[in-house]
């Protein structure tokens, strides 16, 4: 379950304690039984606390493989006191293990080691695990040039940026993308159309402030007026044959789009680069050939494409009327992002809907020789759902502009503020500046963790009331938790950076729960990596939350003896949130 993490050279919260434990239980397992070529090894966490920490659960299949060889075990449960016998007796990690039922061997993790670590955590922050770097190329957002980014965008855009945090955040060398639809025959109309509606675009940029109504207008004219048709049809071609008028008007319209998006991209915090469609055009008759030379091609009905027997469909490398579609677009970017960018872990976000698309091209490159040695994902989604469990969309039925979304969120939680700021006697009381600012960290916050928290692979309900709520698994609730955090250092008049020095005894139950939660940070990294499932980070900082809530509930922490020890384990709880915050996109906030 830990792919891709190395061996630690020492014992080290980079490496999770599950990790660790299954290591020294490898070992104990290789030195009892040394004839075994490759035993299982299974260590999992504890149902019940009380019985100890974690589980090795392998002694039944180890008895099951050494049954009928000589001096075999007479039952699991000798099985299971061999292996302990060979753990190590000195081992700092482990308290003690003990044997139970059948052969199962409780362990329990020392505090004194749990609790150097905590300290280690609250004065150092998470450190990211050790693992082979990778040149990492993550393709998401992808909006069409002269069309507003809406709701549709908002998923591929909030796991994208998620994923190439946690890759940064491991250290690996990784490229945004920004795949835009920039290229193809609707420029045609959308060329024409800018010539009549702004006549000297060339000299006076022109200030298209809805690009959505610009697009429904020239594809009106377009499916309308049959001279305006031909022209567009006509332009097309004047494009795709670099006229310089044309390249001109084309990069206008590009313009114009690039500045919608980033603003997008600046309220949401998002960096990306644009390769858009277009980049790729002059690189498709070279792909075209290549795979033409490996025999991949087959001529079909006036097309040229790539189809194996156990396709449904075809890959169209050249269409009927010798143009290019999406298929040689990327299978021009596949070719592209490996054998020139040397890329060895290619991620693509896009809706579930192009999973079969995707299978294809990964399949093609395969089949040319290019992706041997390289990991290639294609993270599907799905839908954004109304409450009615349909597709999102305004009243009208129009598909919701990203930015409207934004603005609502915004303007609810702003709304919210102001009513509980001017409650007479209100604890807490914020300047108007103070609440614009906390309403846009919430109010984007809420959007980015209703979609993260949700598996990527479910469609999810788009509900404002329930990503807002103050109760149960929202973002609001998580930054809550964070704020509380702070707030109870500043009652202690202590700097949570500088939080002590002694290390957390974590007696109390509720102490030691709350550092073996924060301690599996990696564990959960390591699962998302493997599966790349952005919502085990959301499930861990909502777990996070709750266990600080039973803790602060168990265990009086300012006033009390053990002050400057629950301190450092909260220092930590806070590190641990915010680094998940920050792997999240997700701003924080000290005081609410």
């Not at 030195?31 to 589980?55: E, H, I, M, W, Y």
């Not at 990696?522 to 919502?535: T, V, W």
């Not at 980070?537 to 996070?544: A, G, I, P, V």
């Amino acid at each position: 379950p830990f792919l891709g993490v190395t061996q630690p050279r020492s014992r080290n919260m980079k490496t999770p304690v599950q990790k660790m434990l299954t290591e020294a239980f490898a070992n104990a397992v290789k030195a009892a039984f040394p004839s075994l070529s490759s035993p299982p090894v299974t260590v999992a966490r504890a149902a019940n606390p009380k019985f100890g920490d974690f589980q090795f659960n392998s002694s039944m299949s180890i008895f099951k493989q050494l049954k009928g060889t000589d001096g075999a075990p007479k039952n699991p449960r000798e099985v299971a006191q061999a292996i302990q016998a060979q753990l190590p007796g000195d081992d700092p990690m482990i308290s003690k293990t003990e044997i139970a039922g059948p052969g199962f061997i409780n362990v329990h993790i020392s505090a004194t080691f749990l609790g150097q670590h905590v300290l280690d955590m609250a004065t150092q922050g998470v450190q990211p695990y050790d693992t082979p770097k990778r040149k990492c190329l993550v393709d998401f957002s992808s909006p069409n040039i002269a069309k507003e980014m809406h709701v549709g965008h908002l998923r591929s855009t909030i796991i994208g940026d998620c994923v190439c945090r946690v890759l940064e955040f491991l250290g690996h060398d990784v490229e945004r993308i920004n795949h835009t639809g920039d290229w193809g025959t609707q420029f045609g109309m959308l060329i024409t159309h800018l010539r009549a509606a702004h006549p000297d675009f060339t000299s006076n940029t022109p200030d298209v402030t809805d690009l959505t109504s610009f697009y429904k207008q020239a594809k009106q004219r377009f499916d309308e007026d049959d001279q305006f048709k031909e022209t567009s049809r006509l332009e097309v071609v004047q494009l795709q044959s670099g006229n310089p008028d044309s390249l001109t008007a084309w990069k206008a319209l590009c313009d114009v789009s690039r500045k919608a998006f980033q603003a997008v991209y600046d309220r949401l915090d998002i960096k990306i680069g644009e390769v858009g469609e277009s980049f790729y055009n002059p690189m498709i008759p070279g792909v075209v050939e290549k795979c033409k030379a490996k025999g991949l091609v087959k001529e079909s009905d006036g097309a040229q494409v790539i189809l194996q027997d156990d396709w449904q469909f075809p890959l169209i490398v050249v269409k009927r009327d010798g143009g290019f579609g999406y298929d040689s677009t990327d299978m021009a970017a596949i070719d592209y992002r490996i054998n020139e960018k040397k890329g060895d872990w290619l991620i693509y976000i896009t809706d579930a809907g192009q999973g079969d698309h995707f299978k294809l091209i990964f399949k093609a490159a395969e089949l040319m020789g290019w992706s041997q040695g390289v990991r290639v994902d294609h993270m599907g989604f799905g839908l954004v759902c109304g409450e009615d469990g349909k597709k999102f969309k305004t009243r009208s039925g129009e598909t919701v502009k990203l930015v409207d979304l934004l603005d609502e969120a915004c303007d609810r939680t702003y709304n919210v503020l102001k009513e509980r700021n001017d409650e007479e006697g209100s604890q807490v009381t914020f300047t108007e500046e103070e609440m614009l600012n906390i309403s846009k960290v919430i109010g984007y916050a809420a959007v980015k963790y209703a979609d993260l928290k949700t598996n990527r692979q479910l469609n999810y309900i788009f509900s404002f009331d329930r990503m807002l709520d103050l109760k149960g698994n929202t973002a609001v609730y998580l930054l809550y938790a964070f704020a509380r955090i702070n707030s109870i250092f500043r009652k202690a008049n202590v700097d949570i950076n500088s939080p002590g020095t002694a290390i957390p005894s974590l007696e109390h139950p509720a102490e030691k729960a709350l550092a073996m939660h924060i301690l599996s940070i990696n564990q959960e990294i390591a699962l998302f990596c493997d599966n790349l499932c952005p919502h085990v980070l959301c499930t861990f900082l909502y777990e996070t939350s709750v266990k600080f809530s039973e803790f602060f509930r168990d265990c009086k922490v300012v006033g009390d003896a053990k002050q400057e020890e629950r301190l450092i384990l909260i220092a930590a709880t806070a590190r641990c949130m915010k680094q998940v915050f920050t792997l999240l996109g997700i701003d924080t906030i000290d005081r609410m």
